[in-house]
C-alpha cells in the first residue's frame, strides 16, 4: 500500500488528471475514488473500506487494479519517445530513396546517437549497414563497415547474455531440487561465463543483466560476500544500476526490472539480517508477488521470495495472515505447470499457508495434487520432503491409515537414499509416529527431546519445506 500511494502522489497533475478521467469514463468509480482519496485525503484503509462499503479481499483487488492501471498508463508515456525512434529505423528505406545523399546521411547519424543514448543493438546494425552502402564510394565506407561489424558482434553479446541468464536460472531451480554438486558447478561455469561475455564491451544493458546474476549467485550459491573479496560489493552494484534506471527511464526493459533489482535489494538485505531496510523492499516486491511469479522467470527466481516471505512471517509470529492474503494476492493467479521447480514452490508454500490457519484438508489436497501432477523421480530429496509435509497433515487430521501407508512409503525411501543424508527427516517422523503412539507415557518430554535434536541438525538442501514448521509447545499440543 505505502508503494501505491507514494506513486500517486508523485504523480504530476496532468497525469494524475489523465488517469482520474480515463477511470471515470470506464465507469470504475471505485478505483476513482481510491485513486482521489489516496492523494488527497490522510486516510486510513479501514476508512477507505468502510466508505467504499468493500470487504479486505476486495479493497486488496481494488488496489491491484488501480495499481495496473496506473503502470499501464505510465508505460504508454514512456513508450512514446522510443515507439517513435523505431519508427524511423522503420522508415530509413523511405529516407534513402527520397532524400539527398547529405540529408540521408545528417538523418541516420542523428538515428546513431539516439539509438546508442538507448543502447539498442539490434537497430543501430540497420543504420551502419545503411550509413556503410552510402559510403561505398568514399574512405569512410572502412569505417561504417568497422562499426557495423563491431554492433552485429556486441548485439550477438546481449543475446549471449540474455540466454545465459535464463539457462542460468532454470539450473539454479533443478539445483535447489536436486541438491547435485554437479549443477552447483554447472551454476560457477555459467555465472563464470556471463562475466567473460560482459567484459568483451563497456555496455550498461550487459552490466544490468550481468548483476542480474551476480548478485543472486554471490548471495545463494557462493554463499555472500568474504572480506578478501575483490568483487564489486553488492550495495554498490544495487546503487549503480538504480542509477542506470534514472538516467534511461526511457527503456521500457529497464521500467519492469526495476522489480528485478528491488526483490534483489530485499533479498540482500534479508540475507545480512538487516530487516530494517529489508521491511521497505518487502513491501514493495511483495505487492507485485504475482507479476513477479508470472513474468519474472527469465530475469531473476521468483520462488525465492516464497521462501523469504514464510520465513518473514514466522520471524514477525503472522504466518496466520498469508492464508487470507493468498486469496486477494492469486485470485486470478494461473502457475505455469511446466516450470515444475516454481509450480513445486508455489504449491507447498500455499500448503503452508493452509496448514498455519490449520486447514489440514485443504494443505493435504495441495500436495496431493501435485504428486499427481508432477513427476519428481528425478528429485528424490525434493519428494521426501513434500511426503514429510503431507504426512504431517494426515498425522493432525488423525487419518492414521494414510499416515501409515505414506510413512511406510518414506521410510522406503529413506533406506534407498541412506539416513546419515536425510537425518532431519528421519527425526521429523519419529516425532509425528511419538505423537500418535499408543504409549502415554511422558509424549510432550519425549517430543521435545526430538525436536531439540532435529533444531540442531544443519542440512544443505534448498528445498526445505519442512524447516518452516514451527515446533514449539502449540505444535505438540496440536498432534497429541
Not at 468493500?54 to 512514446?80: D, F, G, H, P
Not at 526483490?263 to 539480517?273: G, S, T, V
Request: hydrophobic share 35%; net charge negative.
Amino acid at each position: 500500500m505505502a508503494k501505491l500511494k507514494h506513486i500517486i502522489k508523485q504523480l504530476s497533475d496532468h497525469d494524475f488528471d489523465a488517469i482520474h478521467a480515463s477511470l471515470v469514463e470506464s465507469n470504475a468509480d471505485k478505483s476513482a475514488y481510491l485513486l482521489r482519496s489516496m492523494r488527497e485525503k490522510p486516510l486510513s484503509d479501514a476508512k477507505i473500506m468502510k466508505e467504499l462499503d468493500v470487504n479486505t479481499n476486495a479493497y486488496y483487488t481494488l488496489r491491484s487494479r488501480l495499481n495496473q492501471k496506473i503502470e499501464e498508463y505510465l508505460l504508454q508515456q514512456m513508450e512514446s519517445p522510443r515507439t517513435d525512434l523505431l519508427k524511423k529505423v522503420a522508415n530509413i528505406n523511405e529516407v534513402i530513396f527520397t532524400k539527398k545523399k547529405a540529408i540521408s546521411v545528417a538523418t541516420l547519424k542523428k538515428l546513431e546517437r539516439e539509438l546508442l543514448d538507448y543502447d539498442l543493438s539490434n537497430e543501430l546494425t540497420i543504420v551502419y549497414k545503411t550509413l556503410k552502402k552510402l559510403h561505398i564510394n568514399s574512405p569512410e565506407y572502412f569505417h561504417y563497415s568497422q562499426l557495423y561489424n563491431k554492433h552485429v558482434a556486441y548485439m550477438l553479446a546481449v543475446d549471449k547474455a540474455e540466454d545465459l541468464l535464463a539457462e542460468y536460472l532454470k539450473k539454479f531451480g533443478n539445483f535447489t531440487l536436486s541438491g547435485e554438486e554437479v549443477d552447483k558447478m554447472g551454476l560457477d561455469l555459467l555465472a563464470q561465463e556471463m562475466d567473460n561475455v560482459c567484459n568483451l564491451y563497456q555496455s550498461h544493458r550487459l552490466y544490468v543483466y550481468q548483476s542480474c546474476l551476480s548478485i543472486f549467485h554471490r548471495l545463494f550459491i557462493e554463499k555472500g560476500e568474504s572480506p578478501d573479496d575483490e568483487k564489486e560489493p553488492i550495495e554498490d552494484i544495487l546503487d549503480k544500476i538504480e542509477h542506470i534506471f534514472e538516467n534511461y527511464y526511457l527503456d521500457s526493459i529497464y521500467f519492469h526490472l526495476k522489480l528485478v533489482f528491488e526483490y534483489l535489494r530485499l533479498e540482500y538485505y534479508n540475507y545480512y539480517k538487516v530487516y530494517r531496510k529489508a521491511e521497505k523492499y518487502f513491501d514493495e516486491v511483495n505487492e507485485e508477488m504475482a507479476s513477479l511469479l508470472t513474468n519474472y522467470s527469465l530475469y531473476t527466481y521468483p520462488p525465492q521470495f516464497l521462501k523469504t516471505k514464510l520465513e518473514r512471517h514466522l520471524r514477525l509470529e503472522t504466518e496466520e495472515q498469508l492464508y487470507e492474503e493468498n486469496e486477494s494476492f492469486f485470485s486470478s493467479f494461473d502457475c505455469d505447470k511446466e516450470n515444475v521447480p516454481m509450480y513445486i514452490n508455489y504449491v507447498m508454500y500455499r500448503s503452508l499457508s493452509c496448514y498455519y490457519v490449520k486447514k489440514h484438508d485443504e494443505a493435504s489436497r495441495w500436495v496431493n495434487n501435485l504428486l499427481n501432477e508432477v513427476s519428481l523421480k528425478k528429485y528424490p530429496y525434493a519428494l521426501l520432503e513434500i511426503k514429510t509435509i503431507l504426512a504431517l497433515q494426515y498425522c493432525c487430521q488423525k487419518d492414521f491409515e494414510l499416515f501409515n501407508q505414506l510413512v511406510n512409503s518414506i521410510q522406503r525411501q529413506i533406506r534407498i537414499l541412506g539416513k546419515e543424508n536425510c537425518e532431519d527427516i528421519v527425526l521429523f517422523i519419529k516425532i509425528l509416529k511419538t505423537a500418535i503412539s499408543e504409549s502415554k507415557r511422558d509424549k510432550p518430554g519425549k517430543m521435545r527431546a526430538l525436536i531439540e535434536k532435529y533444531t540442531s541438525i544443519n542440512h544443505n538442501r534448498l528445498f526445505n519445506p519442512t524447516r518452516f514448521i514451527r515446533m514449539d509447545d502449540t505444535f505438540i499440543e496440536n498432534l497429541l
